[in-house]
Protein backbone atom coordinates (compact mmCIF):
# COMPACT_ATOMS: atom_id res chain seq x y z
CA UNK A 1 0.00 0.00 0.00
CA UNK A 2 1.50 3.58 -0.85
CA UNK A 3 1.69 6.30 1.98
CA UNK A 4 -0.45 9.35 1.17
CA UNK A 5 1.03 12.38 0.80
CA UNK A 6 -0.42 15.69 0.67
CA UNK A 7 -3.68 17.18 1.69
CA UNK A 8 -7.21 16.18 0.35
CA UNK A 9 -9.15 18.67 -1.19
CA UNK A 10 -11.64 18.75 1.72
CA UNK A 11 -9.05 19.58 4.19
CA UNK A 12 -7.79 22.42 1.70
CA UNK A 13 -11.66 23.43 0.91
CA UNK A 14 -11.26 24.20 4.72
CA UNK A 15 -8.81 26.01 5.75
CA UNK A 16 -9.76 28.35 2.76
CA UNK A 17 -12.87 29.03 4.48
CA UNK A 18 -11.81 29.41 7.81
CA UNK A 19 -9.18 31.84 6.08
CA UNK A 20 -12.30 34.00 4.45
CA UNK A 21 -13.94 33.95 7.43
CA UNK A 22 -10.97 35.05 9.63
CA UNK A 23 -10.57 37.99 7.04
CA UNK A 24 -13.81 38.96 6.65
CA UNK A 25 -14.34 39.50 10.74
CA UNK A 26 -10.99 41.46 10.95
CA UNK A 27 -10.40 43.56 7.82
CA UNK A 28 -12.89 46.15 9.05
CA UNK A 29 -10.56 46.38 12.14
CA UNK A 30 -7.40 47.25 10.18
CA UNK A 31 -9.09 49.36 7.44
CA UNK A 32 -9.69 52.36 10.15
CA UNK A 33 -6.18 52.75 11.47
CA UNK A 34 -6.00 55.89 9.79
CA UNK A 35 -8.98 57.25 11.35
CA UNK A 36 -8.00 56.21 15.05
CA UNK A 37 -4.38 58.24 14.16
CA UNK A 38 -6.03 61.37 13.69
CA UNK A 39 -8.76 60.82 16.42
CA UNK A 40 -5.80 60.63 18.62
CA UNK A 41 -3.94 63.47 17.05
CA UNK A 42 -6.63 65.46 18.04
CA UNK A 43 -6.65 64.49 21.56
CA UNK A 44 -3.23 65.02 21.66
CA UNK A 45 -3.24 68.72 20.56
CA UNK A 46 -6.43 69.25 22.73
CA UNK A 47 -3.94 67.63 25.07
CA UNK A 48 -1.14 70.75 24.54
CA UNK A 49 -3.87 73.40 24.09
CA UNK A 50 -5.13 72.40 27.15
CA UNK A 51 -1.51 72.34 29.17
CA UNK A 52 -0.56 75.27 27.67
CA UNK A 53 -3.30 77.50 28.79
CA UNK A 54 -2.54 76.03 31.92
CA UNK A 55 0.95 77.20 32.05
CA UNK A 56 -0.33 80.95 31.00
CA UNK A 57 -2.91 81.34 33.45
CA UNK A 58 -0.58 80.13 36.05
CA UNK A 59 1.94 82.46 34.95
CA UNK A 60 -0.48 85.50 34.61
CA UNK A 61 -1.15 84.31 38.01
CA UNK A 62 1.89 85.18 39.67
CA UNK A 63 1.96 88.53 37.18
CA UNK A 64 -1.38 89.18 38.93
CA UNK A 65 -2.75 89.99 35.85
CA UNK A 66 -5.42 86.60 36.21
CA UNK A 67 -8.54 88.56 36.36
CA UNK A 68 -7.38 91.10 33.71
CA UNK A 69 -10.08 91.59 30.93
CA UNK A 70 -8.63 90.75 27.29
CA UNK A 71 -6.08 93.73 25.68
CA UNK A 72 -2.71 93.65 23.38
CA UNK A 73 -1.47 95.01 26.12
CA UNK A 74 -1.02 92.84 29.01
CA UNK A 75 0.62 89.42 28.05
CA UNK A 76 3.17 86.78 29.35
CA UNK A 77 6.57 85.99 27.78
CA UNK A 78 6.59 82.49 25.72
CA UNK A 79 9.42 80.61 25.28
CA UNK A 80 10.23 82.48 22.26
CA UNK A 81 10.36 85.57 24.12
CA UNK A 82 7.22 86.84 22.51
CA UNK A 83 4.32 88.17 24.34
CA UNK A 84 0.99 85.95 24.37
CA UNK A 85 -1.87 88.14 25.11
CA UNK A 86 -4.44 87.07 27.62
CA UNK A 87 -8.13 87.22 28.36
CA UNK A 88 -8.90 86.61 32.38
CA UNK A 89 -5.26 84.93 32.63
CA UNK A 90 -6.27 82.30 29.44
CA UNK A 91 -4.42 83.16 26.19
CA UNK A 92 -6.75 85.21 23.92
CA UNK A 93 -8.07 82.56 21.01
CA UNK A 94 -6.01 84.05 18.01
CA UNK A 95 -2.49 84.16 16.20
CA UNK A 96 -1.02 86.39 19.44
CA UNK A 97 -2.61 84.30 22.29
CA UNK A 98 -3.12 80.01 21.75
CA UNK A 99 -0.71 80.54 18.92
CA UNK A 100 2.22 81.65 20.69
CA UNK A 101 1.35 79.42 23.60
CA UNK A 102 1.25 76.16 21.62
CA UNK A 103 4.24 75.32 19.91
CA UNK A 104 3.21 74.39 16.57
CA UNK A 105 -0.32 76.21 16.00
CA UNK A 106 2.04 79.59 14.26
CA UNK A 107 2.28 80.44 10.94
CA UNK A 108 5.22 78.50 10.05
CA UNK A 109 3.61 75.12 11.28
CA UNK A 110 4.10 72.08 8.90
CA UNK A 111 1.33 70.05 10.71
CA UNK A 112 -1.58 71.99 12.14
CA UNK A 113 -3.38 75.32 10.72
CA UNK A 114 -6.03 77.17 11.50
CA UNK A 115 -9.64 76.25 9.94
CA UNK A 116 -10.49 78.62 6.40
CA UNK A 117 -12.59 81.71 7.43
CA UNK A 118 -11.39 80.95 10.99
CA UNK A 119 -9.04 83.86 12.52
CA UNK A 120 -10.06 84.03 16.04
CA UNK A 121 -10.50 86.84 18.25
CA UNK A 122 -9.07 88.83 20.91
CA UNK A 123 -12.09 89.13 22.98
CA UNK A 124 -12.87 87.15 25.56
CA UNK A 125 -15.15 83.96 24.78
CA UNK A 126 -13.64 84.61 21.17
CA UNK A 127 -12.81 81.10 19.47
CA UNK A 128 -10.46 79.41 17.28
CA UNK A 129 -10.11 76.34 15.27
CA UNK A 130 -7.28 74.34 14.36
CA UNK A 131 -7.21 71.13 12.11
CA UNK A 132 -4.19 69.54 9.91
CA UNK A 133 -2.77 71.49 6.96
CA UNK A 134 -4.14 69.33 4.48
CA UNK A 135 -7.65 69.55 5.61
CA UNK A 136 -7.98 73.25 6.78
CA UNK A 137 -9.86 74.38 3.81
CA UNK A 138 -12.85 71.88 4.11
CA UNK A 139 -12.97 71.29 7.78
CA UNK A 140 -15.85 73.04 8.85
CA UNK A 141 -17.75 72.53 5.96
CA UNK A 142 -17.34 68.98 6.45
CA UNK A 143 -18.08 69.52 10.27
CA UNK A 144 -14.93 67.10 10.72
CA UNK A 145 -11.65 66.34 12.34
CA UNK A 146 -10.93 70.00 14.08
CA UNK A 147 -10.52 71.48 17.64
CA UNK A 148 -12.12 74.49 18.82
CA UNK A 149 -10.31 76.81 21.62
CA UNK A 150 -12.73 78.95 23.10
CA UNK A 151 -10.60 81.67 25.07
CA UNK A 152 -11.97 82.40 28.79
CA UNK A 153 -14.62 84.79 29.69
CA UNK A 154 -14.99 87.05 32.97
CA UNK A 155 -17.50 83.67 34.68
CA UNK A 156 -15.71 80.99 32.50
CA UNK A 157 -12.69 79.43 31.94
CA UNK A 158 -11.38 78.57 28.67
CA UNK A 159 -12.26 75.43 26.93
CA UNK A 160 -11.40 72.95 24.02
CA UNK A 161 -13.29 71.13 22.36
CA UNK A 162 -12.76 68.34 19.89
CA UNK A 163 -14.65 67.19 16.54
CA UNK A 164 -13.76 63.80 15.24
CA UNK A 165 -13.03 62.47 12.37
CA UNK A 166 -15.61 60.19 10.49
Do not use: H
Not at 101 to 126: M, Q
Amino acid sequence: MKKQQGFTLIELVVVIVILGILAVTAAPKFMNLQVDARNASLQGLKGAIQGAAGIVYGKAAIKGIEASEPSTTIGVSAANGSLITTAYGYPTANSAGIAQAVKGLDSNSTEWAPVTGDTGSSAAGGKISYTFKNQAENAKTTNTCFVTYTAATSAATATVKVINCK
